[in-house]
């Protein structure tokens, strides 16, 4: 889980703040301690952390806050509002041509995600603008290289220019440009090649291509996982390159923190994107302020809306809300919520963008078997059209019934019969305002 060290860390810091009656300069000097040994451990940049802190605690020792009411909250708000303001305040969007194709040129070193987040990107914008992306494949020097984008390309179904390994890549990148504004593609995505080091030649063929392709957009991939790594490649890139904005990939992952925090106040350029995962669908767009909210343990209650939002049909939300009020919730319908919350990903990464969650012990080694899921619908599945509208007709005989069909034991199926009971309950009471049900389901 990413960020997890930092996050405990500052959460503690804040914890240690909360706990006292009053705030003295002595415990925000202790604070502000704490807070630059977390950002220094999670591998943030020196001299960023230097200039975080330095913010930080003028900000705070303001006569207006130690003296104000609830000074620790204050002091947790203005840690929250630097460290957006350190990772670039807004979300930048991707930049466009006035006439298309828009050019976006992908570099970065390899093993980083290029190819990868090239596919990502091409599937967002085909489901977000019903656009038409082109892949032009630059990569000459590894064959699988070309390959692998193939692949990508064919799984989200986007054309890829190629011309194998024996043609200039500047040369290429000209040819497939030409096809596009032929073909009348909106965007042209170009996969370069990468080095496992930053070296003089790889930089000079970039430039070159940048010369030619004149892209709108140069994203800059960088794995989050190598720390200050990523930072000293990011600078090594934009010297060369004056790159416009960054992906940060792999932030599913262990990473530590210090790549998210540090490439805005070294570069000067814009995360705007980072991937969570491998598959096409995990690629976000980066809101600071909701990656500030997540550091500091506060969840990423905008992201998860928005993920619900894509998956939830809204007219079926609102049914299903009338319906708990009602009491007439069925097995139907949490069939079809299985279903739209398996569509959102693992449980456990939804769960841990809750307030809170992140670093809740409970949910520490937790790892929520997606065959769990796969048992209760089985068992759903294995009832009449009559039982799942009706769920208080489940009699002995026919649970019996219900666990021979679907193939689990009938203490399983006593078990998600009772859940449900209580679920259809708690629903009620929720739904109608009373939220003590809610609370003693989460031990409040
Ligand atoms: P390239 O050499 O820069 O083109 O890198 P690739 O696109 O081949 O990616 C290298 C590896 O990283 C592949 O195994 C990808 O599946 C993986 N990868 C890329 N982005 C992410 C990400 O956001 N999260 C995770 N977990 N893996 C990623």
């Given at each position: 889980m990413a960020f997890e060290g930092l996050t405990e860390r500052l959460q503690k810091a804040m914890e240690k703040l909360r706990r006292k009656p009053k705030v003295t300069e002595a415990d925000l000097r202790e604070t502000m301690r704490e807070i630059r040994l977390a950002l220094l451990e999670a591998d943030v940049n020196f001299s960023v952390v230097k200039d975080f802190v330095k913010k930080v605690r003028e900000k705070a020792t303001g006569a207006e806050v130690l003296k104000g009411l609830n000074p620790a909250q204050q002091i947790v708000k203005i840690v929250n509002d630097e460290l957006t303001a350190l990772m670039g305040s807004e979300a930048v969007a991707l930049n466009k041509a006035p006439?298309?194709?828009?050019v976006i040129m992908m570099v970065g070193l390899q093993g980083a995600g290029k190819t990868t987040t090239a596919g990502k990107l091409a599937y967002r914008l085909k489901n977000e603008e019903n656009a038409r992306p082109m892949f032009i494949a630059?990569?000459?020097?590894?064959p699988a290289a070309i390959t692998q984008l193939q692949q990508v390309a064919d799984s989200i179904d986007v054309p890829v220019f190629k011309k194998g390994t024996d043609v200039d890549p500047v040369e290429i990148v000209r040819e497939g440009l030409t096809q596009a504004k032929e073909n009348h593609n909106d965007y042209v995505i170009i996969d370069t090649a990468g080095r496992l080091q930053i070296d003089e030649q790889l930089m000079d063929e970039l430039v070159n291509i940048k010369k030619l392709a004149e892209p709108n957009e140069i994203l800059l991939v960088v794995d989050a996982m190598t720390g200050q790594n990523a930072v000293a490649t990011a600078q090594g890139f934009d010297e060369k390159l004056d790159v416009t904005g960054v992906v940060l990939t792999k932030l599913d992952g262990d990473t530590r923190g210090g790549a998210a925090m540090s490439i805005r106040a070294v570069t000067g350029k814009p995360i705007k994107f980072v991937g969570e995962?491998?598959?096409?669908?995990n690629l976000d767009v980066f809101h600071p302020d909701r990656m500030a909210s997540r550091i500091l343990g506060m969840g990423d209650m905008m992201t998860l809306i928005e993920k619900a939002q894509k998956n939830f049909d809204e007219e079926q939300a609102q049914e299903t809300m009338e319906k708990m009020r009602a009491n007439e919730f069925d097995y139907n319908d949490f069939l079809a919520q299985l279903d739209q919350i398996s569509n959102m990903g693992p449980l456990e990464n939804i769960l841990k963008m809750m307030p809170g969650m992140a670093n809740n012990p409970a949910l520490k080694n937790l790892n929520i078997d997606p065959k769990q899921f796969a048992h209760i619908k089985a068992i759903i599945q294995s009832m009449t059209p009559a039982e799942r509208t009706n769920p208080?007709?489940?009699?002995p005989s026919r649970r019996r019934r219900l666990a021979a069909g679907s193939g689990r034991p009938i203490v399983e199926v006593n078990r998600m019969i009772k859940q449900f009971g209580q679920m259809r309950k708690m629903m009620k009471q929720v739904t109608n305002g009373n939220f003590s049900g809610m609370q003693n389901m989460m031990g409040g």
């Open positions: 006439h298309i194709p828009t630059a990569d000459v020097y590894r995962g491998e598959k096409m669908e208080d007709l489940m009699n």
